[in-house]
């Protein structure tokens, strides 16, 4: 999981695409937020999803050091379904390919989507519910 800064922000302030990635299946799924904050709300909706729809409780998250991920609540959250929470080393996005690789070609595909359709840079969130799966 990790979360990209996309400028300018849309119409509902929206700034931030928090990223999860199924390392089972490959499905991308994105959330808008307006804040840093907001990214361990979304993610507890996810994996109430998760559970909901396939009965199964992921064994951990991968993130990097950034601190959104990182707050006493949410990792009792975490343990709570015995999730752990597994970060890569500090300056070190290449420990967090995947992710890294997905905001590449999720930020190439925005600007194509934008670009053809003529749309101001304000609408990324709509080109971003287009490529996530």
């Known amino acids: 999981m990790d979360t990209l800064q996309i400028n300018p922000p849309t119409c509902k302030g929206h700034r931030y695409v928090l990223v999860l990635i199924n390392d089972f299946n490959c499905f991308s799924f994105t959330y808008a937020t307006s804040e840093k904050g907001q990214e361990e709300e979304h993610i507890k909706s996810y994996l109430v999803e998760i559970k909901n729809k396939l009965d199964v409780i992921p064994s951990f998250l991968h993130a990097d ?3 959104e991920f990182s707050s006493q609540s949410f990792l009792n959250y975490l343990n709570s379904p015995a999730i752990s929470l597994e970060r890569g080393p500090p300056e070190s996005p290449q420990n967090n390919g995947v992710s890294e690789r997905f905001n590449q070609k999720l930020l190439s595909k925005i600007r194509c989507f934008l670009g053809k ?11 971003v519910s287009h490529f996530s799966f």
Do not use: D, H, I, V
Not at 117 to 127: I, T
């Open 117 to 127: 359709s003529n749309l101001p840079g304000a609408y990324w969130n709509e080109a």
């Open 65 to 67: 050091q950034e601190g």
